[in-house]
């Protein structure tokens, strides 16, 4: 995830309307304040303790690394989860060839809300871990897999909270939740390693003629400390989109985290839906001096470095873009 990334130099953007239904421009919508975002739309409120319990199950597993007996658990429990929530959940597997050479039996889990809707909003996280701490400041480490606190199980308990969000509240729209898999088990300098997950289910539709109208990922969102600047390709790629995203950030109370500026350009899963032309944006932690967060792809990505609050931020946003 996130391999090979483009540090470029952050720029307040001066953003108008983008025309994408009743977004305005973040300045007309940054409250800064969670009561004031209550008055703009009936959007439930995110619980940020239920993603961060989430999160938790998922460490419990161990390392979800591909072809692992905790990968396997850890997979079943999110279709059960899903489908708890009401979810009609697909499992796409696939053997899939990592830069390596290692054969990858990787799964990805696809959960459809409303799912005779022609319009769907897909969002997305993936749920594998990196097989090896490689930028770790121990050498000792670097062969040890990463519990992927953050770099991995952050964005699938901000979708698992959302899917039970939408099973006590439905928005009436189409939405489809994919956790994919093979994303992390990439090389450096090599951006064909990663989001092999991503890439087999944007080239095989996992129902007759499925292409989703829009594409969210969620990626490191339970860092403690972590803002969320526009990612460069997103920006470039589906503009529109991402000026909604961050209009719903600053109606929750959020755009001190959702900053409306450009971040890096990111080698992520979004990559492989904007190659189909269908506009997908990255919510990635990415600070402009030092790039993704200082645990990323090492042995400390684990709970202690997990806040709820970051969790809740970007769990509300989500929210408020799919109820407003």
Not at 11 to 24: D, F, M, N, P, R
Not at 47 to 58: C, G, I
Not at 245 to 272: P, Q, S
């Amino acid at each position: 995830m996130k391999k090979g990334f483009l540090i470029l130099t952050s720029a307040i953007l001066t953003l108008a309307s983008c025309g994408a239904g009743k977004a305005k421009t973040a300045s007309e919508n940054e409250t800064g304040e969670g009561e004031a975002a209550a008055a703009v739309s009936d959007a439930p409120r995110f619980n940020a303790d239920s993603a961060y319990s989430y999160v938790a199950r998922q460490v419990e597993f161990g390392p979800r690394v591909p072809n692992t007996e905790a990968h396997r658990r850890a997979a079943d429990w999110m279709v059960s989860e899903l489908r708890r929530h009401g979810a009609e959940v697909i499992e796409q597997t696939a053997d899939l060839r990592a830069f390596d050479g290692t054969t990858l039996h990787a799964r990805n889990i696809f959960g459809q809300f409303n799912p005779s809707m022609t319009d769907r909003t897909l969002l997305l996280a993936h749920y594998d871990c990196r097989p090896w701490a490689d930028n770790d400041p121990d050498p000792t480490n670097h062969k040890k897999p990463v519990d992927g606190a953050n770099d991995g199980a952050s964005g699938v308990g901000v979708l698992l909270e959302t899917a039970r969000q939408i099973s006590l509240k439905n928005p009436g729209k189409g939405i489809d939740i994919l956790l994919v898999d093979a994303e992390d088990w990439g090389e450096e300098n090599d951006d064909d390693s990663w989001a092999l997950g991503a890439r087999y289910f944007a080239n095989n539709p996992v129902k007759s003629g499925y292409a989703p109208s829009r594409v969210i990922v969620v990626d490191m969102v339970g860092g403690k400390g972590a803002v969320f600047p526009r990612e460069y390709f997103s920006q470039q790629a589906a503009p529109e989109l991402a000026q909604a995203v961050w209009n719903a950030a600053a109606r929750a109370g959020y755009a001190h985290l959702f900053r409306n500026e450009i971040g890096g350009a990111v080698t992520d899963d979004h990559i492989e839906f904007i190659k189909k032309g269908i506009p997908a944006v990255d919510i990635i932690e990415y600070h402009p001096q030092s790039g993704f967060s200082p645990v990323w792809h090492t042995v400390s990505d684990n709970m202690d470095n997990i806040s709820a609050e970051t969790l809740g931020a970007v769990g509300q946003t989500l929210m408020e873009y799919l109820y407003y």
